[in-house]
């Protein structure tokens, strides 16, 4: 396994695109020591990536539908604080660099006011009939092209 | 965010102590691409190194009514192969070091005669009433030490 | 168990006080068949009724600070269509009755302009420090007498 | 939904077939009750009449592979005591009868000698590629049908 750096080493800097989703803690993710489950922070991540790509206009459920998967290759995650049961999850999450045949996502969650984790997910671009690796397609590229050149005249 | 190194380059020399956990995937762990959801991995490890712990001797439902938890500070894991509905899981896993207020596990995750993923989470000792960091019991240490020195000499 | 009456045929009759919620299918609450699994359904009707509370005035989570839990004693669902990815599920939620030792909800789950699913749910108020059965706080009872009766008045 | 009967007043009696699965809880099933939560138990009957199937001599998963899905139609859970960490679950899972275009399942969780819950589920034949219902596959009838001819006389 070679090494797993995070690059968030600040998710503004590094990020060509950023974006906050919230989502607010279940029941049933937390645990018996009272605290969010740490599993259950894939699938804040998740959420928050398939909002950043729909706020670029590209559905994830619609890139599924062209015939493009986009499975999580890796996953690093660091925890400072616990989250609670009912907490508002302020999920930011930034687009790391233009992808290629994969794309790379950083999150920093917080609640109250501080910071929760870090977070940083690598996923490739599948062809899903064939299951071998694609590339992100020119669409979702000139989407992202578009923002980024919105987002750094803004 | 400091760099998030994932020490396991090679699990059996980077671990001092080496355990496997078999789980079977279970059908509300996979997702629409067929594949295992990749945050269902978070409850295999944790099946894991509580079966590791176990195994010495110490169940990890113990510590906790001796007033100590552990939660997890930091996850990474690399993604390979997907898992399919039904596979038997081995888990590998190896403590990385001898704990001190930190305790550090490494993993392999196999199916099929495959390597499905490599992971790395490091957990807190911490006391549960007052909410601060602990120390790793003398106990827990103890018999790391005995099951240690029992497979180095075997 | 012989008989699976599906009795909420009207759930607007049924209850006393209906609030709606939705909910986005996550990614991970989907299985390989494609369609939501059938046990995540539990987090939609807990987030659904936690709202409806608070849409009364009184989080859940302020009852819990109080020392009341609501551990759920009966859950009942029937599933008419397969809930998919993305979907923005309606969660209709009605509360049966006034509430006493227990409190009682019925829902219906809906997307794409069709009925997913209908359950119910049976909760009771447990006073948290010693376990035993509790009954209804006076003020949330207040609350929804106050809801109800302007709700009918409405 | 007025009345929430709980039928399997005597799971023995009402079952042709029955076999004894058992589950560890896991930490991430837990919820900040301390309590197994309520929506977790479905994993466990999932995993439970599963292991039913494959005990007759017919793997979910080659179901699957010649075409045939078993979506759960309806689920009934009655919760009596709280499931806690690290308990083993013995899942008694019990065939209601011969199945036709559905199979209906009864269970009993218990742990620690005193009874958890009590649950129903059940599910339709379809054919996976049309998504049209089916009826039970003649092979699996035949596994059902020798089986109880054999626990009958045995």
Do not use: Q
Not at 41 to 47: C, F, G, K, R
Not at 51 to 80: D, T
């Amino acid at each position: 396994m070679e090494k797993l750096t995070n690059p968030e080493a600040d998710l503004h800097k590094a990020s060509i695109l950023l974006t906050t989703h919230t989502v607010r803690v279940r029941y049933g993710e937390t645990d018996r020591m009272g605290f969010v489950y740490y599993g259950a922070y894939a699938a804040y991540l998740e959420v928050a990536r398939v909002e950043l790509l729909r706020s670029l206009g590209m559905a994830y459920s619609v890139l599924e539908k062209r015939g493009i998967w986009l499975p999580v290759r890796a996953f690093n995650i660091r925890y400072h604080r616990p989250g609670h049961y009912d907490d508002l999850i302020e999920v930011e999450v930034g687009l790391c660099k233009r992808p290629t045949a994969k794309i790379e996502f950083s999150y920093r969650l917080s609640a109250r006011g501080e910071v929760l984790a870090e977070a940083y997910t690598e996923l490739a671009f599948l062809n899903a009939e064939t299951g071998t690796p694609a590339r992100c397609p020119a669409d979702l590229l000139a989407l992202i092209d578009a923002a980024y050149s919105k987002a750094s005249s803004g």
